[in-house]
């Protein structure tokens, strides 16, 4: 494998923890580390924790002593340090204090509870070097306890500290002594021949007492090193090696797939498997009830279209984790054949029917393993929960088109439309429109099933199946706003995209008189601002007629007004011809109520979709491309492709100027299903600008991207805000089956030949011509842009 050689000013993401592919972690109590190369205080090469915020800080890092020249600054070293190998619970990196003085040092993460490390300290001088070694930790609590304190345990000198219910010790070998230098340390004086080394480990371990702690700690430090090491090398071997024409992408797709492993949790007794979390750091990983029902959102379960993605970064490395991922939701589904859109380790439910991606998923799965047997448990199961989507409780007024239910069901945070907690949004209810994302994504899982229901010759189900295509085709494209050139969301019983217009506005309680008649039906947003943020307990009546002419008298209860703040929406159930008059109850006399008509014409990438399922032809495919996609004006910007159209307010710091790459590795196959080959490259190209000037700056991928500015924003080392290694490689028309199998298609768009290594294959793909080189040494060459599956005859 690759040895690296990354120093503080190129692309990093130095978060480790314990991998559930070694062993059970905890998802309730798991210690996450960052590594930082420079900095901090005092300046040092430093690895840290908060132990999910049960302190303010605990930092390890090494100090050296030769002469009367003490050193930690790693801005002071002769050679400062650079990090060698990353694994998701490993780092191993070089350094050179001293001239002479070459040292290694390596960080495992064996378990949740536990940290531990190997410093290796050689002479390549001619002359006996005489050095004092310390590994310090300053843990910062409380004012009172911010200090790690020496004692002897089983006559050892360790280093113990208290943090919340831990209780923390460190342990190191080779006999050390407590120094009484300027911060707490364990330190041992060494003479090292010409030539010669010297080895030392170190473990940390947090449990509830301190001799719990001592007892793990000299187990851990009493494990085979090398064995373990060697162990991750082959747990590791699978990751896609890639080199491009430029050290920063390659860097930043191995930490991606890094970062993706290191998302993986548990297992535990509420999921039949392991599943992810969309952040792991280090104020994560603490659940103070003790079960994990009070993580926060980033680590209360798995969804779709966040599962999706990150299986795009370890395909075809770990298909067993894909399937295992896929077999979490199929465990919650009803009879039904509702499957639940959140599953989470400590049983949590989203309580809303699952993103429709799942058959996409599971035919990824296939297509590396080729195991029908997979396929033949799986597909009834998507065919049912495919079915669901169609009943009554998904579709609401029975024209067989679903609405969604939730905004985060179609995994989107934020929406102009639909985004209840975002001032910026009107805040209108999702369920009462249909949308083509939602559209195309059914579409798209009724054509995977048809594929399987061939590949299984389970043929029964296809015509209905494709009755129901055609309808969802028929919905989308009657949405067709020829003006935008973009598909429009549309109201679910009037079919219609209306604009907004402010009919009416009051202050305080009473009613608003309307007396207006509509040509076409209305839904309504009603808006309440009040000058404070105490929920009002409002009840609102809307008089109007509805489309056969009958009179309505709608009434909103308080229970149907979500306050956030100092403001709330609602939108009507009802669609009116006319209205007549609103009254008002239950707000404060200096409240501001604002009636309107709900507008479905804003934009958002979402909107897309269609393009990833192959719904337009390719006339109007182009027309959406062109003078949408690709106009600066709108989408296409510096730094990807944006939530929505910048607003002509608050600029670049609003929602709307943020990108995901998630949303954006959807949209790049859209392009590339339509032949827009070169420009799903330049997209994949300014999505790794961002991309790397993150990973510089701040060591970290972002969320999401400003699409202006490359700034990331957001959660740091969020899953959403990954390289997009799987575009790459679908743009790059390479699809990794097994070290003997490969599927090429088209030619390489990028400016420089790309390597691939996989397990022994190497793949050289130039500009019109691919190299495959099979782990026994065979080669073949191909030239021709067509797809080609090519596989070695008899691999050994």
């Not at 495992?108 to 531990?116: F, L, M, N, R, T």
């Not at 162990?231 to 860097?251: F, M, R």
């Not at 054509?447 to 389970?458: D, G």
């Amino acid at each position: 494998m690759r040895t690296w050689n990354l120093t503080a000013n190129d692309p990093g993401a130095y978060t480790i923890a314990a991998d559930p592919r070694c062993g059970p972690t905890d998802y309730t109590n798991d210690h996450i580390w960052e590594l930082s190369l420079t900095g901090g205080e005092p300046a040092a090469l430093s690895i840290t924790t908060t132990y999910g915020l049960r302190a303010r800080n605990l930092r390890l890092f090494p100090r050296f002593v030769e002469g009367d020249t003490p050193i930690s600054d790693p801005d002071r070293f002769v050679e400062p340090p650079r990090v060698q190998c990353f694994y998701p619970n490993y780092l191993a990196l070089s350094c050179t204090p001293y001239t002479g003085i070459e040292v290694g040092i390596e960080y495992w993460v064996p378990e949740s509870q536990a940290i531990a490390g190997r410093v290796q300290i050689k002479n390549s001088r001619l002359s006996v070097r005489q050095l004092r070694f310390e590994w310090g930790a300053i843990l910062s609590t409380t004012p009172e306890k911010n200090r790690m304190s020496p004692q002897e345990m089983e006559a050892v000198t360790v280093l113990c500290g208290q943090a919340g219910n831990l209780s923390p010790v460190l342990f190191m070998t080779g006999g050390p002594q407590f120094s009484f230098g300027p911060f707490p340390s364990l330190a041992i004086d060494i003479e090292i021949p010409p030539g010669g080394e010297r080895q030392f480990t170190w473990v940390m371990v947090s449990l509830e007492s301190h001799q719990e702690s001592f007892a793990a700690a000299r187990s851990i430090a009493a494990r085979p090193w090398e064995k373990e090491v060697a162990y991750l090398e082959v747990l590791n071997a699978g990751l896609v090696e890639i080199e491009t024409g430029d050290a920063d992408w390659d860097a930043a797709f191995a930490l991606a797939q890094k970062s993706a492993y290191g998302l993986l949790v548990g297992p535990t007794d509420r999921l039949p498997h392991a599943s992810f979390v969309s952040s792991r750091q280090p104020d994560h990983g603490y659940s103070p009830s003790g079960d994990g029902s009070d993580h926060s959102h980033l680590w209360n379960g798995q969804t779709p279209l966040e599962t999706d993605f990150l299986v795009g970064q370890m395909l075809p490395a770990a298909p067993q984790i894909a399937a295992d991922l896929l077999a979490n939701f199929l465990s919650t589904q009803k009879q039904s054949g509702f499957i639940d859109w959140r599953p989470g380790l400590a049983g949590q439910l989203g309580g809303v029917m699952a993103t429709p991606i799942l058959a996409h998923l599971a035919w990824k799965v296939y297509q590396v393993t080729e195991d029908r047997r997979f396929l033949e448990v799986a597909h009834p199961k998507l065919l049912k929960a495919l079915q669901a989507w169609f009943d009554s409780a998904q579709d609401r007024d029975g024209d067989g088109i679903p609405e969604w239910a939730h905004l985060m069901q179609s995994g989107l945070d934020e929406h102009p439309i639909f985004s209840l907690w975002q001032e910026w949004s009107q805040g209108a209810d999702i369920s009462q429109s249909e949308s083509p994302a939602l559209c195309a994504l059914l579409y798209n899982e009724i054509q995977t099933l048809i594929k399987m229901a061939r590949l299984l010759e389970r043929t029964g189900s296809i015509a209905s199946l494709q009755s129901l295509a055609d309808n969802l085709h028929s919905a989308i494209e009657a949405s067709w706003d020829e003006a935008a050139s973009m598909y429009r969301v549309w109201d679910r019983e009037t079919h219609l995209s209306p604009s907004r217009e402010i009919l009416a506005e009051r202050t305080g309680p009473g009613e608003i008189y309307l007396q207006r008649a509509f040509d076409e039906p209305v839904r309504l947003l009603i808006s309440i601002t009040g000058i404070d943020t105490t929920p009002r307990q409002t009840n609102l009546f809307v008089h109007g007629t509805g489309p056969s002419g009958q009179h309505l008298v709608e009434r909103i209860t308080e229970d149907q007004f979500p306050w956030r703040l100092r403001r709330t929406c609602v939108t009507s159930q009802r669609v009116y011809n006319s209205l007549e008059f609103i009254e008002i109850r239950m707000i404060g006399p200096n409240d501001l109520v604002s009636v309107e008509v709900v507008d479905l014409t804003q934009q958002d990438y979402s909107l897309f979709l269609p393009l990833f399922a192959g719904i337009p032809s390719q006339e109007r495919a182009d027309q959406i491309i062109q003078e949408a996609l690709l106009n600066p004006e709108r989408y296409w910007r510096a730094f990807g492709i944006p939530l929505c159209p910048s607003p002509t307010d608050e600029g670049e710091t609003h929602p709307c100027t943020n990108t995901s790459i998630l949303w954006n590795s959807l949209i790049g196959r859209g392009l590339l299903r339509y032949g827009y080959r070169r420009e799903a490259a330049e997209l994949v190209s300014r999505l790794m600008t961002a991309v790397i000037s993150n990973l510089e700056k701040h060591k970290a991928f972002a969320q999401s991207y400003n699409v202006e500015t490359g700034a990331g924003v957001g959660e740091r080392n969020s899953l959403s805000g990954l390289a997009p290694l799987s575009l790459f490689l679908e743009t790059l028309g390479v699809r990794l089956i097994s070290p003997s199998k490969v599927a090429l298609e088209g030619h390489n768009p990028f400016p420089w030949p790309v390597t691939i290594h996989y397990r022994g294959l190497t793949i050289l793909r130039k500009k019109n011509k691919t190299r495959i080189t099979f782990p026994g040494g065979q080669t073949t060459v191909v030239k021709s842009p067509d797809p080609h599956t090519v596989e070695l005859d008899n691999p050994r």
